[in-house]
């Protein structure tokens, strides 16, 4: 069902205020396939009947089901390969080696979809780092949808699921079979704190970080809000800390405070030093 242009501009408005992602003109089919599954749960006949009850109603939950609804929520496990093996032969190992006094390493998955992405780096750290064991380990991994962080806590995933890049040896290592599902060990599990963070809300109090994956989410921004989270980050990280975007993001033209790292496809960066 077409969605017309007021009521698009209407969901884009919306989508714009809550979470920062853009939905410009020629986005008319990702609203329609998106919102017509809720349209239906609703029972509301039509995106125009759904635009109306959020008018009578902008506090109800209407809102913020369009909101998930509109949010991509496209992950996998060691997504793109490329930035996991640079931060385990590169990055981890330099930051193990600067922070041997302190032993401790601060890191944030900061858009992190329903949690592969965190369980990714988990179980890394804890295969190819066991030295960690007896580390000062602070992992926080946050998304703006409550969704998504209740799958990243539960830390079950689908046999589809686990079959995109997950390697069988670390699944038969950290996974327990439920039925037709697996479920991240819950001593992997306990080593995350997922929480709610809007990126384009104010942030909670964070310490400062030694690494932190902010991948394929700031690519939904306008310009502005690219700039204005990259500043944050920048004052988050550690002078010697990392940031990871996605394949199709960068900090160029952007936040000149950052440099790439020469590492093959892994949207490494960190503060420019000296
Ligand atoms: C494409 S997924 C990326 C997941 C993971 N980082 C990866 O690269 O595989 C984008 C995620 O960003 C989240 N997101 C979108 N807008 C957000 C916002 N304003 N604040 C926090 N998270 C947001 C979405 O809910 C979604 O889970």
Redesign the pocket.
Known sequence: MAVTPADFDYISKIVREQ???VLEKGKEYLVESRIMPLVHQEKLESIENLVKKIKQEPRGSLKDAVIEAM??????FY?DIHPFETLKKEIFPELIEKRKAKRELNIW?????SG??PYSLVMLLKNDFPQLNSWNLSFSA????NQ?LNRCKSGIYSQLEVNRGLPAPLMVKYFERIGTEWQVKEELRKMVQFRI????EAWPTMPQLDLV?M???LI?FDVEMKKNILGRVRKLLRPDGYLFL?AAETTLNLDENFERMPFKQSGCYRLKQG
């Open positions: 979470c920062a992602i949010t991509t929520n496209e992950t996998s997504r998955c900061g858009a992190s979809s592969q992405e946050s998304d703006i949808s998504m963070i809007n990126l384009s994956m991948r394929n989410v939904y996605g």
